[in-house]
């Protein structure tokens, strides 16, 4: 499976980006799909998730309210939908995907994640 991420670059605060990921590859069988970013000189952090389905959905409390996930499984693509940006989200964005794991559970640094995206940068300034 190989995931590419699309949709980032460099906006000023208070302005929105949406960002695309779609997986390909044959006999592709993803339950989660999910965002993650990661910010110099820190740790990659969980941003947000949504089942296959898209039943059901998990966000960081961090992006609560600001940032909305979705999906067009038919297309196997997902969407995060970024609006009133701050210049703490600054940050390369990456897209995973997991086979069993749903979105509570990709978001638990200790589980494995089966598929992960090249980044997209997100910069946003004052």
């Known amino acids: 499976v190989q995931l590419q991420a699309s949709g980032g670059g460099s906006v000023q605060a208070g302005g929105s980006l949406r960002l695309s990921c779609t997986a390909s590859?044959?006999?592709?069988?993803?339950?989660?799909m999910a965002w993650f970013r990661q910010a110099p000189g820190k740790e990659r952090e969980f941003v947000a998730a949504?089942?296959?389905?898209?039943?059901?959905?998990h966000y960081a409390d961090s992006v609560k309210g600001r940032f909305t996930i979705s999906s067009a499984s038919a297309q196997n693509t997902m969407y995060l939908q970024m609006n009133s940006l701050k210049p703490e989200v600054t940050a390369n964005y990456y897209c995973?995907?997991?086979?069993?794991?749903?979105?509570?559970?990709?978001?638990?640094?200790?589980?494995?994640?089966?598929?992960w995206g090249e980044g997209t940068q997100v910069t946003v300034s004052s």
């Open positions: 995973a995907a997991d086979q069993d794991l749903g979105p509570m559970g990709i978001s638990r640094p200790s589980n494995n994640v089966d598929y």
């Open positions: 949504i089942s296959r389905s898209a039943n059901a959905i």
């Open positions: 590859g044959s006999g592709i069988s993803i339950h989660t």
